[in-house]
């Protein structure tokens, strides 16, 4: 048994070794990189910090957002995007989980449509509702730090990342919902409950596991989000500027790309997401666990 | 409370869950549903506390229809089979969120909460998370959070099945002292005969969700209506012999290749009325048989079980096997010829058609 069982723990490491290897060997370059003046493959020809020197002042000019503000804008984006998918999804899931009506069938297979559906087709439908959106008074342009909800704001930018981050989220939170007792929900009614209350008080604190995996990967997505920005805003210049634009501006066609700045400008917007996943990893393991321990 | 079912149906698509039920459980009484796995007796139950809704039929609490009253005004308490305690809540915030719910005030409910929790024994165990108590104890949790809210009508369903055999034991006297003591209408849901016997104080036997039988214990176990509550109730189980009933010289036989039994002239002829065919089944239960080596129907000893306070012996006749209850000063060994005498006062006829008991006067 023993004997037959090592050399298959020892395959399994090197399968795992391998591919990580390799990627490890990425982030090893990108670390070195923003720290030295130039490189060859992974050795640096000479340490600086100067490739750091946008922390506190603009490299393009001040006609540009400044890193702060442009982090700022993501860090709302992301967080905007992630309540409101976590909360819409959590309801409508547990409507679908629990609930019978006409068209939850429908709707379940429209939702798992509309996740493989290639987001990128709509984007220019979507471009002319933002348009729209944003002759609207105050809630297209006119909110402070969101912009507002049109076309060229951070909150349009975040409603159209929910849009596509809701089927998914549906989905997942459908089974961390399926996983819960019908006797809990049933006791609790009985108890003298209302539906809402039985959702607040029984059923979320009970998946918490399942919600903190979906907002993790929320934040993550919208963290790291670059097409629907890029999409959606004025562009790199803007005051809606996010983070996966602002690196665009190192990379222009007239002038010399600076490799390590973009390094450096990539680690920055890596760290919170490598902190953030160092300490969730865990929780999002649930998220394709088939959200088993949301139950008891 | 009365609990009055009329013309009760539930369909779940085109399965008949439960089937034209009418029933009437009286105010303070301790009913038992009983039957087989998917009988129809969780959904009866179900539908009492207002989860279902029935698809045909009227749900009464006394004189009031309630089909569509939602179940949080039933004034009911449940007591689930998996207990469904919170998980997040201490036991006091479990046992104290019906009152929560009903916005009592919560000097009212700290006292209400620890006279049940006291009342069930679970007093010192108020801080405590679900997961940190025993199968036992999480019950009481559940029984007091059923009992705070003081319900006219409590349902448990299979409320003993999650706990060990000697927990049964005691739990099945305490829940029905406390029955008792509240007087409070109970209904509870089992497939285990022996808990619906001792606890209840009427038995509803479900089947494919029609009621077979609805009475006292003593009646469902002496006077079954038919084939089917006989041979659910009872361990070890009833025997059945196919017989044919003969009347000769005014004398009523029972016959078959292996036995023949005289009837009395009473049973006889009261079975004649009633069945259909001459071809019957004879129910007899292992206790009212006794076995002896001298005189009897012969038979053959197929193997011997001893149980401790007497022994089961199985013995065969012609191809069937017969289950006799004997004192456990009985020796016997397997092959040895013993003879069998019927306690013919006891014996059960049934038709094979229709399958219902011979002996019962026709409504």
Redesign the interface.
């Known amino acids: 048994m023993r004997l037959r069982q090592k050399p298959r723990a020892a395959l399994a490491y090197l399968a795992l070794i391998v591919p990580s290897a390799l990627i490890l060997v990425g982030f090893l370059w990108l670390f070195i990189t923003s720290f030295s003046i130039r490189t060859e493959g992974l050795r640096s020809l000479g340490w600086t910090l100067s490739n750091w020197s946008f922390l506190w002042k603009s490299p393009f000019g001040p006609q540009y957002p400044s890193i702060w503000w442009v982090t700022l804008n993501t860090l709302v984006m992301s967080l905007i995007m992630t309540l409101i998918v976590v909360v819409v999804s959590s309801m409508t899931a547990y409507a679908l989980s629990r609930m019978k009506f006409t068209g939850r069938k429908s709707f379940l297979s429209l939702t798992l449509i509309l996740h493989a559906f290639p987001s990128v087709t709509l984007l220019i439908p979507i471009y002319f509702v933002l348009i729209w959106v944003s002759k609207i008074p105050v809630i297209g342009r006119g909110v402070p730090l969101l912009g507002g909800l049109g076309y060229n704001t951070i909150g349009g930018v975040a409603l159209v990342m929910v849009a596509f981050q809701l089927p998914f989220g549906i989905w997942v939170m459908k089974g961390f919902f399926d996983n819960i007792s019908w006797d809990m929900e049933r006791s609790a009614l009985i108890d003298g409950a209302s539906r809402f209350r039985v959702w607040w008080e029984i059923m979320m604190p009970n998946i918490k596991p399942g919600i903190a995996a979906l907002s993790i990967f929320s934040f993550i997505t919208g963290w790291n989000a670059y097409l629907i920005p890029l999409t959606f805003t004025a562009g790199r210049a803007g005051k809606s500027a996010v983070l996966s634009l602002y690196l665009q501006n190192f990379i222009s066609e007239s002038v010399m790309t600076e490799w390590n700045a973009v390094a450096a400008v990539g680690l920055f917007q890596l760290i919170p997401v490598v902190i953030f996943f160092l300490f969730t990893q865990q929780m999002l393991l649930n998220i394709y666990g088939g959200g088993k321990k949301g139950g008891v | 409370m009365k609990i009055i079912f009329k013309d009760l149906c539930k369909y779940f698509g085109r399965v008949k869950a439960v089937d034209n039920l009418n029933l009437e459980v009286g105010d303070g009484e301790f009913v038992a549903l009983l039957g087989p796995s998917g009988c129809g007796k969780t959904t009866i139950l179900?539908m009492i506390?207002?989860?279902y809704k029935p698809s045909k039929g009227f749900i009464y609490f006394d004189e009031r229809v309630i089909n569509d009253v939602?179940?949080?005004d039933?004034k009911?308490?449940?007591v689930?089979?998996?207990?469904?305690?919170?998980?997040?809540m201490t036991v006091l915030n479990n046992i104290a969120?019906?009152l929560k719910?009903?916005k009592v005030h919560r000097k009212e409910i700290k006292e209400r909460v620890q006279k049940v929790a006291d009342m069930m024994g679970i007093g010192e165990l108020l801080d405590r998370k679900p997961?940190q108590l025993s199968g036992g104890q999480q019950q009481r949790v559940a029984l007091a959070?059923a009992l705070i809210?003081e319900p006219e009508i409590l349902l448990l369903d299979e409320p003993l099945s999650n706990l060990d055999a000697r927990l049964r034991i005691m739990m099945r006297s305490e829940l029905k002292r406390l029955q008792k003591d509240l007087g409070i209408t109970t209904v509870f849901v089992t497939h285990d005969q022996l808990e619906a016997l001792t606890m209840a104080d009427k038995v509803a036997v479900v089947n494919s969700g029609c009621l077979q039988q609805f009475s006292g214990p003593d009646e469902l176990y002496n006077h079954p209506k038919n084939l089917f509550v006989a041979g659910f109730i009872g361990s070890p189980p009833i025997n059945f012999i196919s017989v044919s009933l003969q009347k000769s010289d005014g004398r009523f036989l029972l016959k078959n290749r292996y036995l023949q039994i005289e009837l009395a002239k009473k049973i006889g002829s009261k079975a004649e009325n009633n069945s259909t065919s001459s071809e019957i089944l004879l129910g007899i239960r292992p206790e009212h048989i006794t076995i002896n080596k001298k005189e009897g129907i012969e038979t053959e000893v197929y193997v011997v079980e001893p149980l401790g306070r007497d022994i089961l012996v199985s013995v065969k006749l012609g191809k069937s096997m017969i289950k006799v209850l004997a004192l456990p000063s009985f020796k016997a060994n397997m092959g040895d010829r013993v003879r069998l005498n019927f306690n013919l006062d006891k014996i059960m006829l049934f038709d094979k058609k229709s399958e219902k008991s011979l002996l019962l006067d026709k409504d």
């Open positions: 179900l506390a207002g989860i939602s179940p949080k039933r009911i308490g449940m689930f089979q998996s207990y469904a305690l919170y998980p997040h969120y019906p719910l009903k997961a959070r809210k």
